[in-house]
């Protein structure tokens, strides 16, 4: 069964380093999105991706963050200097353009930031 | 704001046991709302559901949604130790944006 794909599982980086989280999302889905859960706390959105452009993106999302579809199969999402309270398990997923709303996600990527 | 509100926060029951899980919404522009199963790492799918009174099932676990009253139950009968994880409600707004609740945290004891 197709799935979403997430490299690295766990990245630790310094305080003010850069990171790029890649994905790959299921090869016929056509919208792609970044979540983030920080340790105990609830699953929040940070931004959708359409057609080479972002479609909404959460108060979270501010400039320290960008997307990115490189090429036909990676979605990536970059953090440019990381604070640590950017430490959370970050999540991509992605949805067909038959059932926009139903969202497979991957496997997570857990960042710490020290 | 948008607001998705799960309840209850946890419970405990032992195989066999019937459960209840509930998710209350406050959305503007509401478009659909999902149930995930969070075990170690990535919530996995359930269910979408967009009409009213409509149940959807897969095997033991079945939901429904009222969005008259705005909420959703998912129900899992004859609970098994392997549905232990947290159950995650999700609704879906403007710009596929999923908005998820804090979820509920169900044990199945042998």
């Known amino acids: 069964e197709p799935e979403v794909t997430q490299t690295p599982s766990h990245q630790v980086t310094q305080m003010g380093q850069e990171v790029i989280l890649r994905c790959v999302p299921i090869?016929?889905?056509?919208?792609f999105y970044w979540y983030r859960q920080i340790l105990g706390q609830k699953v929040e959105f940070l931004v959708s991706?359409?057609?080479?452009?972002?479609?909404?993106k959460s108060e979270i999302f501010d400039d320290q963050f960008s997307v990115e579809r490189p090429d036909g199969s990676n979605f990536t999402l970059k953090i440019r200097s990381t604070k640590l309270e950017d430490s959370a398990m970050y999540f991509c997923?992605?949805?067909?353009?038959?059932?926009?709303?139903?969202?497979?996600f991957g496997p997570g990527t857990r960042l710490t930031v020290t | 704001e948008d607001k998705v509100v799960q309840s209850p926060l946890s419970l405990v029951v032992h195989e066999g046991d019937t459960v209840t899980l509930n998710c209350s919404y406050e959305?503007?522009?509401?478009?659909?709302l999902l149930w995930y199963k969070q075990e170690k790492k990535a919530p996995t799918f359930l269910f979408m559901l967009?009409?009213?009174?409509i149940e959807k099932k897969s095997g033991r676990l079945s939901s429904i949604l009222d969005k008259k009253e705005l909420f959703s139950i998912l129900n899992i009968t004859a609970t098994q130790t392997g549905d232990s994880a947290i159950y995650l409600c999700?609704?879906?707004?403007?710009?596929?944006?999923?908005?998820f609740g804090g979820g509920t945290r169900l044990m199945v004891k042998p």
């Open positions: 997923a992605s949805s067909s353009d038959r059932i926009t709303y139903e969202q497979y």
């Open positions: 090869s016929n889905h056509l919208y």
């Open positions: 991706f359409y057609n080479n452009e972002i479609s909404e």
């Open positions: 959305v503007t522009n509401f478009r659909s």
């Open positions: 967009t009409s009213s009174g």
């Open positions: 999700a609704v879906v707004s403007a710009g596929n944006m999923l908005t």
